[in-house]
């Protein structure tokens, strides 16, 4: 194989249990796209924790580890800092990579409010490093589809949808505090944790929020301090949001995110209807899409009308060599999808699918507005900031 491949140094910051879904997409990308013009190189690792440090080192062969993720920026072998940290840290750690002049790939959501994300998706912008945000639901082979079906006009004028993405992780009162249920620290709850992606997905089929009306609910207001049950410490993040929400192009939708949503594993799914057709998507079937042609004839006894399932399985528009296209595909598959599109992208300087610093502004907006609106109990429009 001669295949001539530009060497990418990646900076990884933070080994929590995201930091290893990202390397382990790293380690594996070889396998996926045997063509591919890079060749990843884990240069080095960043974390507090002396112990993920070492995990680090022994289960993914990182060249370096560092307790101060400033070491990474200064390192010439590194040209992507990839951020898998608490929301709190996502601002500083981005912010130093591009002043570093590396490219940066942050988990979601982007910020834990809309000033810090503008300033650094205007960063971004001044600098012109390639700035990208782990909403890997946009590379769901299904999602993809979904979308070209909507561009293709298939679904005709889109009047109303319905979306959710729902847990069951927090239903248990005596699971212990941590960042993720403190606002200084997360930013929001499962507005934020989970309503990030199922809005972000929205905006990529549907294009952007107008206004939205919005509740959020925290049902557990106490949990106990971790390493300490007797110890009781305040909630101040949300269990809850469910949204009413009305798009640019007018269609009216309902997005609900929760973390309390007993019976529920991670289930992303979204129903839309136009007035020519209709797709269904769960995240617990990831393999199928299902479309609804409102064009195909009724008569006889249906005609030939009914949701048609899709095998869109692992059928990327670029199909990998490995496992191939025919097999079932999995969670982790679509980190990896999303982490070939930035390499990719990145050497061969074009746009790509991926979600953009700019992308995590206005779904931050989103999230603000839905916050406003529940403090209000009125209608909120989107306020979309100027780059």
Not at 106 to 117: D, G, H, I, Y
Not at 123 to 142: D, I, M, N, Q
Not at 352 to 379: C, N, P, Y
Request: charged letters at 25%; hydrophobic letters at 40%.
């Amino acid at each position: 194989m001669s295949t001539v491949r530009k060497e990418i140094g990646i900076g990884l910051v933070g080994y929590g249990f995201i930091g290893k879904v990202h390397t382990m997409g790293y380690l594996t990308l070889p396998f996926y796209y045997e063509n591919a013009p890079y060749k990843v190189k884990l240069s080095g690792i960043a974390s507090r924790s002396e112990d993920n440090r070492n995990r680090a080192l022994f289960q993914a062969g990182y060249n370096f580890a560092s307790e101060d993720y400033l070491e990474l920026m200064e390192r010439n072998d590194i040209d992507v800092i990839d951020c898998c940290t608490p929301n709190k840290l996502h601002k500083p750690v981005a912010l130093a990579a591009m002043k570093a002049g590396k490219h940066i790939y942050c988990e979601k959501p982007l910020a834990r409010n809309v000033e810090e994300a503008l300033e650094m998706a205007r960063l971004a912008k001044e600098t012109g490093v390639k700035s990208k945000l782990a909403f890997h639901y946009r590379f769901v082979p299904a999602v993809m589809r979904a979308k070209q079906l909507i561009e293709e006009g298939a679904l005709g004028e889109v009047f109303n949808f319905r979306a959710a993405y729902l847990h069951s992780g927090y239903i248990d009162p005596n699971r212990p505090m941590s960042w993720r249920l403190l606002k200084e620290e997360s930013g929001g709850g499962a507005l934020f944790d989970l309503g990030s992606h199922i809005l972000d997905l929205m905006r990529f089929l549907l294009g952007d929020f107008e206004e939205v009306q919005a509740n959020l609910e925290t049902f557990i207001k106490e949990r106990p301090a971790a390493g300490n049950p007797t110890q009781k410490l305040k909630v101040d993040v949300d269990d809850l949001v469910i949204m009413q929400v009305r798009m640019k192009n007018n269609s009216l939708g309902t997005i609900e995110a929760s973390r309390v949503a007993t019976g529920t594993n991670d289930e992303l799914r979204f129903e839309i209807h136009g007035n020519r057709g209709a797709i269904t998507f769960d995240l617990m079937e990831p393999n199928w899409l299902k479309f609804y042609d409102a064009t195909e004839p009724g008569k006889p006894i249906g005609g030939r009308r009914g949701f048609k399932k899709i095998e869109t399985v692992q059928r990327y528009p670029e199909e990998p060599v490995f496992p191939g296209p025919k097999f079932a595909i999995g969670w982790i598959r679509y980190h990896i999808a999303s982490q070939h599109d930035l390499l990719a992208s990145l050497v061969e300087d074009r746009a790509s699918l991926g979600a953009t610093f700019e992308d995590g502004l206005r779904i931050q907006e989103v999230m603000a507005a839905a916050e406003k609106s529940a403090e209000t109990g009125s209608w909120i429009k989107v306020e979309r900031n100027i780059l």
